[in-house]
Every structure is written in C-alpha cells, then in structure tokens.
C-alpha cells in the first residue's frame, strides 16, 4: 500500500454488555465498557503507540471517548457524524427480536421506524471520509467509533454504497486500516 494520501485507522470502542448481547445499541444508549470491554481498550494502547494521528476524531458516547483515553489517544475531536446508527424503535432489540416483527428485516434494507435511514448513515459517514481526505499527503486520521457506523464509513471510504457494510464484520475492540492501493482506495487491514 502506498502511503502517500492520507489514511485512517478505525478503531471499535471496547464491549459493552449490549454489544456482547446483541443488542443494537445506537446513538439514543450511551452505556459504559464492560471489564472486558475496558481490557480491549486497554490492549490497543500498545499496538498504537508510535504512530502519529494528525487528527484523532471520537464519538462523543462514552464507550467510544473511553476507549480512545484507554488506546492513548490524545487531542480527541468529538464528532457527532461519528455517533452509532439510530436504530430508532429498534434500540435495544436484538435481530431476532426485531425479526420477529418484520420477517428477514436487516440494519442494511430496513425498514428504519423512528430512526436514520441508510442514507442518512451514509451522509455522515461521507462527511467523515472527506474530513480525513483533506489532511496533508502522508498524514493519518485515528476514528474512534461504533460497529455500524465504521463499517459504512469503510464502505464509503471505497467507493462502494452504503449497504456493502453488511460484508464487513467488526468485533468489538478492533482496528482497522483504510488506505490505498496506488491511486484506488483500499482496506489494508480489516478486524484485527
């Protein structure tokens, strides 16, 4: 990967007892890390150190802000196109749950009641790609986030609609390189 445009690193804030449930936890829940949670956190301080971030942008939800403090990440800006997908009245449910309601129903064809629409996710997720295109050659953007939320950034970082999220699983606690191939845009490292 050629390091010459500017890039970002993803960074899935740690478990909290929603997430390790299973349930869609959006930006209405602002729930705290679990110890587990604290712990993945905690152990993304060593793999970051020793890069430089010239822009570090959080979540302002909790889970999100303490991860970064935990990583070492210092300069924190909160944004709130960084915020978890709305679920709507879906918050809280599980897939199974909400299944049971609207039979093969998916975050990534809706429906969406009471909350944000594929498209509105895409509109925040784009405005946080431009953000990060409009460093200085060579710089790299640390985005400390949520599930959902990243894997549409990434999606939008390759060009791809939206829904392509759906291919992209991110556990909790992870990171995630977006970069460059030449002159395409590229995953260099997913979920690790």
Known sequence: MTTNQPCAVLIRHGE??????????????????????????????????????????????????????????????????????????????????????????????????????????????????ARVRALATGETAALVGHGHMLRVVAARWLGAPPQMGRQLILETGTLSDVGWEHETSAIQHWNA
């Open 16 to 129: 909290t007892t929603w997430s390790a449930s299973g349930r869609h936890t959006g930006r209405r829940t602002d729930l705290p890390l679990t110890p587990r949670g604290e712990n993945q956190a905690g152990a993304l301080a060593s793999r970051l150190a020793g890069q430089h971030f010239a822009l570090v942008m959080c979540s302002p939800l909790t889970r999100a802000r303490r991860t970064a403090e935990l990583a070492g990440l210092d300069q924190v800006t909160l944004d709130p196109d960084l915020e978890e997908w709305d679920y709507g009245d879906f918050e809280g449910l599980t897939t199974e749950e909400i299944r049971a309601k609207i039979p093969g129903w998916t975050i990534w064809e809706g429906p969406w009641p009471g909350g944000e629409t594929i498209d509105e996710v895409a509109q925040r997720a784009d405005r946080v790609v």
